[in-house]
């Protein structure tokens, strides 16, 4: 009975410590970070102007922590970060290796951004009001300028869409095949890859949406509206087919989601 508990004291005096610890641990970690940002940073700026070639493997560990005169816990951070971006591909006991950054690439780095965007009150309205200008700006192009080949593209889409009416699954999919075909159309692989993040970006709130047979005529007639004026050459007609669609299509995402939007 009088011998005093020292384990009491331990466990009083590491309660107390902890925030300290902690904030030591945060501040290490900021560091490290930091310290891995401007290796990141030159690196970006090797593969970006060619001076490491894609395919090509980066230079050893004890290179770069010579070369920048850092810890090996700061260069590995740093191809971390590499490897995120989607800019080198880091394997298990090999070497990184270069990957050449393409729009898909560039546009994905914006993924987590755009999920937190996405996340808070308004995020998915603002992403779809930027959707609506690129695809407005698209039907007022496909109008005027759009090859026979393309409108051959839009009609084997439009066809394959009125086919799914009654299958909400395959309608969904073909639904987006026929707007992809709008981006198709100006020849320039950016714009297929914004639409791409845009179908991966939103995919999750129309995948939730009900998908009811009349909604998909509706639809359909919408995409119908919307060739029909790109065929008789018509971009003002175009440009007004594809905003009463699309915000027909916001007031269907705020009916299904109002507490989320």
Not at 62 to 76: A, P
Request: hydrophobic share 40%; proline share 4%.
């Amino acid at each position: 009975m009088g011998m005093y508990d020292y384990s009491n004291v331990r466990i009083m005096h590491n309660m107390q410590r902890s925030p300290d610890m902690n904030q030591s641990v945060e501040s290490g970690k900021h560091h490290i970070t930091r310290a891995a940002d401007s290796i990141v940073s030159e690196l970006e700026n090797r593969i970006f102007s060619g001076a490491f070639r894609e395919g090509q493997t980066l230079p050893a560990e004890r290179e770069l922590i010579e070369e920048f005169g850092t810890s090996r816990t700061v260069v590995r951070e740093a191809v971390k970060i590499l490897d995120s971006k989607g800019l080198i591909e880091a394997l298990p006991r090999h070497r990184p290796v270069v990957k050449r950054p393409d729009c898909e690439t560039v546009l994905s780095m914006l993924g987590s951004v755009v999920k937190h965007l996405i996340g808070q009150s308004g995020g998915v309205r603002q992403i779809f009001d930027l959707r609506i200008l690129v695809e407005a700006s698209l039907v007022r192009s496909a109008a005027l300028y759009a090859t026979k080949d393309d409108i051959h593209n839009l009609r084997a889409a439009l066809a394959a869409n009125k086919n799914c009416i009654s299958d909400s699954n395959a309608f969904y999919d073909t639904d987006m095949a026929f707007h992809e075909v709008l981006y198709t159309i100006p020849k320039n692989p950016l714009l297929l890859a914004i639409h791409n993040s845009f179908t991966e970006w939103l995919d999750w709130h129309w995948r939730q949406m009900p998908r009811l047979q009349d909604r998909n005529a509706n639809n359909y007639q919408s995409h119908e509206d919307i060739f029909n004026a790109i065929l008789n050459r018509d971009p003002d007609e175009a440009e007004a087919a594809l905003r009463g669609h699309l915000d027909n299509a916001w007031e269907q995402v705020q009916n299904t989601f109002p507490d989320k939007i």
